[in-house]
């Protein structure tokens, strides 16, 4: 089955800096790479997401990169605010599933003011 | 609008006790429902999922069990609890077998003393 590696396990940034989390998966046939974002007490919510037909994908100020050939994928936060702070999750599937979602362990981002 | 909700929100049980936590989807019909366990540094573990009423399909051995009575009611159950169910869990829904976005319930914090 997949497994997901995600690095760091924890990260702290001033405020106003980029901050990257970086996740590696097993499966090759894996083609949908989501992001998920829990705040402290609150539900995990879709923040971005990106399918293996493209390398690179933005909103606002995040973005996500894609690596096919080798198996990793990267969330990338500018200019961090301090509602940023939060766990965020990694997860791939095969197929393009919810049901065949693996989920990274987590990084929790703490941004200082 | 899509709502999903999760009862109840904090639960504290003791050792061998029966458990109940029940999930409910509004505003969509015929969701896959999926229940979650989010252990501290572990991510989300896919505990069960289920693409129609009575349908249900496990991904990990364990002391529980779900049961999907009506369309947009998802049950997790367990008939005696062990201190190693101790943890937070997530009830989710997705629209389509193939979307890959998760919509997460509120969560409900299990302790078993």
């Known amino acids: 089955g997949e497994n997901v590696e995600q690095h760091p396990s924890t990260l702290s940034v001033q405020e106003g800096d980029s901050a990257v989390i970086k996740c590696t998966y097993s499966?090759?046939?894996?083609?949908?790479f989501p992001w998920y974002k829990q705040e402290l007490g609150k539900r995990p919510q879709l923040i971005i997401d990106?399918?293996?037909?493209?390398g690179e994908k933005k909103d606002q100020r995040i973005a996500v990169t894609l690596n096919k050939t080798a198996k990793h994928f990267s969330l990338h936060i500018t200019e961090t605010q301090p509602e940023d702070s939060a766990v965020y999750f990694c997860?791939?599937?095969?197929?393009?599933?919810?049901?065949?979602?693996?989920f990274g362990s987590g990084t929790q981002l703490t941004v200082l003011p | 609008s899509q709502t999903i909700h999760q009862w109840p929100a904090t639960l504290v049980q003791p050792v061998g006790s029966p458990l109940s936590l029940e999930c409910t989807v509004e505003?969509?019909?015929?969701?896959?429902l999926y229940w979650y366990r989010q252990a501290a540094g572990r991510g989300l573990q896919l505990l069960f999922y289920?693409?129609?009423?009575?349908?249900i399909s496990s991904e990990v051995p364990q002391n529980l069990s779900a049961s999907r009575p009506q369309d947009r009611q998802f049950i997790l159950s367990s008939k005696k609890l062990l201190l190693s169910d101790s943890g937070f869990y997530l009830c989710?829904?997705?629209?389509?077998?193939?979307?890959?976005?998760?919509?997460f319930g509120e969560g409900s914090r299990l302790t078993v003393l």
């Open positions: 989710a829904w997705s629209a389509d077998y193939n979307t890959g976005e998760l919509f």
């Open positions: 499966d090759s046939a894996s083609n949908y």
């Open positions: 990106i399918r293996s037909n493209v």
């Open positions: 997860a791939a599937s095969e197929g393009g599933s919810a049901r065949q979602l693996t």
């Open positions: 505003g969509t019909s015929n969701p896959n």
């Open positions: 289920s693409v129609g009423i009575g349908q």
